[in-house]
């Protein structure tokens, strides 16, 4: 083994760093650019993998050559669509008709707007002629007949949102499908527009619905997703997919639907703007729409668009006018109205197309949204990437450098087939488009760096080593040694010490809505400051877990106050928070949480590696509990939780106690305590709501559940403290359902 060591040590080490570094990518805290381009890459070829199927449910009626050659040119007057809208409800009985057109300008092709005027000045004195006049309204006013034609049926029409300077908002927009006043006081993370163009008051008022078309443009001008929803004041307004969709489905509204998260204050859940999905009051059963960032959804293409894609029937619209199609091929059917005629044709880039149909975009999100079918980027992505690159990195870092050149070519070739083929399975099977390109760069780095070292670098192998055994000694460890390296040894030993582990809450959220810069400046600006309060008290910095951080007190440098140390420090790093946050809020970055465990005890401390990669840290039960502590810290609402060791060990500070715990991998019941302040810093008021708290627990433990309640509501009351809300909680759970004779009022918790 030993010998494996020297021979293979900084391969493994440079194929770790090469992992490190891919994980760090998936973090967020390098350039992601060039990963990110070839992450669409490989997410437009999964899309044009699929079989084309056609769907009969809905059908594009394209104003085509065809048409222009036996109507005449578009525009065409008013009365000619009106006859269209007449033919798809009273003949073909559509579900819905869509149109992705806007009739922003009155149709003045009868002249009927200049008879009126006539009538309004030059020829008022004539009383006959206005009479005649409003006897052929009927007949010459085409907007007035369009508008007659979609009353009372389900016409849906299109209108354009615009940011320009220059735009100006034109026409009647729909009714919106909420508005802020209805979010209670809630943010949305939506798409903001001032200005549009849309519909002629009469027609937008006369019709079902309204949807604008505005797609989603990549940074590669590739539409890979649609807004569903969009701001536009104090409103939020359905895209035209949506609206068709939800007309066709015969439901009414949109109901915005957050998510729920107990762990969530008042004002986070205020400032939360993630929906879990839009729902549709469809019956027998609510229609949910999954939405993902600026509440858009990804696009799933059926077909490679077009009268040739295999998609959707295609129609000409001069045959539904003149009702020479068989009812049955549009029967129940959702009608989308669009121009496939060159100089109208509105063509987008899509990952299946550079030149794909726009009206078509539309009919995909409707199919989407009739099927309950969408391909969604989970809020687990990054964790699941991250876990990935390091079960890749572990797997191929440590074989790789043990086989010949061709075994690892076929070991590459393989995990490559492996982790594409996986991936594609979660697309198509689960509709999850999770990353992709990271994993497969790291795999083929690995391998093209193991056959570089095997011709070129195998005999620096030994200088390597040594100058890598440096890089991974902590600065602090470093210095100890340099000063006393007569007293100073690396080999373990067992101490009395307090550890700390420290995390923030809610990073995955925080990560998804930051830029990677922002966040790579925002978690530099936590991890600096914790890690001076940390080093401030002569603690060791063990290490960054992502956005954890793990120290201890006592070692390398014996501390007879270690405990004191490490609480003085948690009290600290709230307070750092709390001045980090003035900052970020200013910079319109999210607040920042953290949740602190400090457990002490005896415990293994020392250099847990090899001389190729060394770790000076610390490992035990103790060490366990301490890291169980900072995980549980979310369920009692407090920032800091301490096992009843360092609360023995530093008795200057006052402690709330929590609970009693049974841990996962513990079968002994622990006491849990917040620590508070200086027992000499706490005012008359405090230590009397303290002894109150301890008097309300101790209720609780003696089931004396009336009592406890009580003490508690009057507790908070004062103060609106989260451990309170879960005490109550926990009362009402006992009421309906009584412990166990046996129970000795400790909690347990079964996982991590």
Do not use: C
């Not at 998936?26 to 044009?48: E, K, N």
């Not at 009383?127 to 007949?145: C, I, S």
């Amino acid at each position: 083994m030993r010998r494996s060591f020297a021979k293979h040590g900084a391969r493994w080490l440079l194929g770790l760093v090469l992992t490190l570094l891919a994980a760090a990518e998936t973090m967020g805290l390098g350039p992601a650019s060039i990963v990110d381009r070839l992450d669409l890459f490989l997410y437009d070829m999964r899309m044009r993998l699929p079989e084309v199927r056609l769907d009969k449910r809905i059908v594009i009626v394209d104003i085509d050559e065809k048409s222009l050659a036996e109507i005449g040119r578009w525009p065409w007057s008013r009365d000619v669509v009106a006859a269209m809208i007449d033919q798809l409800n009273t003949r073909y009985h559509v579900r819905a008709t869509a149109f992705d057109i806007v009739f922003a300008e009155p149709d003045i092709s009868s002249g009927y707007p200049t008879l009126a005027a006539l009538a309004r000045h030059e020829l008022k004195d004539i009383p006959r002629f206005g009479e005649q006049l409003r006897t052929l309204k009927a007949t010459l006013d085409f907007d007035a007949r369009m508008a007659a034609a979609m009353r009372d049926r389900p016409v849906v029409m299109g209108y354009n949102l615009s940011n320009e300077s220059q735009a100006i908002a034109k026409g009647q927009l729909p009714a919106p499908a909420f508005t802020t006043a209805d979010l209670g006081g809630r943010s949305l993370d939506a798409t903001v527009w001032r200005a549009y163009g849309a519909n002629l008051p009469q027609l937008q008022l006369a019709a079902r619905a309204g949807g604008f078309f505005n797609p989603m443009l990549d940074p590669d001008g590739v539409i890979r997703s649609v807004p569903l929803l969009a701001r536009i004041g104090d409103d939020f307004y359905e895209s035209l997919a949506l609206a068709g969709a939800r007309v066709a489905l015969g439901a009414s509204k949109v109901q915005p639907v957050f998510l729920q998260d107990a762990v969530l204050s008042q004002q986070q859940m205020r400032d939360y703007g993630v929906l879990d999905e839009l729902r549709l009051n469809t019956r027998p059963q609510p229609t949910a729409v999954p939405v993902e960032r600026h509440l858009t959804a990804l696009i799933t293409y059926r077909g490679r668009g077009g009268r040739d894609g295999g998609a959707y029937r295609y129609v000409s619209a001069v045959d539904v006018i003149k009702g020479r199609l068989p009812p049955a091929m549009l029967e129940n059917a959702i009608a989308l109205v669009g121009t496939t005629v060159p100089g109208l044709y509105d063509l987008r880039s899509t990952p299946v197309s550079p030149n794909y149909p726009g009206v078509e975009i539309h009919a995909n999100v409707m199919a989407s949204i009739l099927d309950n079918d969408f391909k969604q980027r989970p809020d687990f992505s990054a964790g699941f990437n991250l876990v990935q690159i390091i079960l890749i990195g572990a797997a191929l870092g440590s074989i790789l450098p043990l086989l010949s050149p061709l075994f690892a070519m076929g070991l590459a070739t393989a995990a490559l087939a492996a982790v594409a083929g996986f991936n594609y399975w979660l697309y198509d099977s689960a509709n999850l488009v999770l990353p992709l390109a990271m994993a497969l760069l790291l795999i083929v780095a690995l391998f093209l760096f193991n056959l570089a070292w095997g011709y070129l670098f195998e005999h620096r192998q030994r200088r390597a080593m040594v100058n890598l055994f440096g890089e991974y000694v902590a600065p602090e460890l470093v210095a100890e040694m340099a000063a006393n390296p007569a007293r100073y040894s690396m080999e373990g030993e067992s101490r009395e010490l307090t550890v700390m582990f420290s995390d923030v809450r809610g990073f995955t959220t925080i990560s998804e809505g930051l830029e990677p810069n922002a966040l790579r400046e925002y978690i530099n600006a936590y991890l600096t400051a914790m890690s001076g309060d940390i080093r401030g008290n002569r603690g060791t910095l063990d290490k960054y877990i992502g956005d954890a951080v793990m120290a201890f007190w006592g070692a390398p440098v014996a501390l007879p106050d270690h405990a004191s140390r490490a609480v003085a420090t948690a009290l600290q790093m709230q307070r750092s928070v709390i001045a980090l946050n003035a900052n970020f809020v200013e910079r319109g970055w999210p607040a920042l949480h953290i949740g602190i465990g400090l457990n002490t005890g005896m415990m293994r401390v020392g250099d847990m590696g090899s001389k190729v990669r060394r770790a000076y840290t610390v490992m035990g039960d103790a060490v366990n509990l301490s890291s169980r502590l900072e995980s549980i810290t979310k369920i009692y609402g407090v920032g800091i939780v301490v096992g009843a060791a360092t609360r023995a060990a530093a008795p200057q500070y006052a402690y709330r106690e929590l609970d009693r715990v049974r841990v996962k991998g513990k079968n002994e019941p622990a006491p849990i305590y917040q620590p508070l302040d200086f027992a000499s810093a706490l005012s008359q008021a405090q230590q009397e709501a303290l002894a109150r708290w301890h008097q309300a627990l101790q209720l609780v433990r003696e089931q004396q559940w009336d009592s406890a309640e009580r003490e508690i509501l009057d507790l908070q009351r004062e103060s609106a403290d989260g451990l309170y809300a879960l005490y109550l909680g926990r009362i009402a759970v006992f009421r309906r359902e009584a412990p166990p004779p046996d129970w000795d009022g400790v909690t347990t918790f079964d996982v991590k």
